[in-house]
């Protein structure tokens, strides 16, 4: 169960992660990345963050490049919140395919 404490520092990150990647991906034509849903330790001190791409077939291309430059995000991240946080937690990025799956569903349903 997480506090309240957690969920404010979740949501904080997550808009922050959200900025990040919608400067990042201006640049990038045709290439959309959204923060779904942030989960971070009782330590407050490692984070997991799951972001949808569109399109969704690039998913995993670009969730593995986001994983490799993940320092370099961690240290944006530190910048934009270093009055509200004192310990930056460590960033893991994945795939969040929910909306893929919802949308299979609704496809074998309509069968």
Known sequence: METTRQNKIARLIQKELSEIFLMQTK???GVLVSVSIVRISQDMSY???YLSVFPSERGEEIVKNINDNSKAIRFELGN???HQLRIIPELKFFVDDS???AD???KLLKQ
């Open 80 to 82: 934009r919140v270093r």
């Open 99 to 101: 909306l893929d799956y």
């Open 47 to 49: 984070v997991r963050a």
């Open 104 to 106: 299979k569903i609704d």
């Open 27 to 29: 640049s990038m034509t």
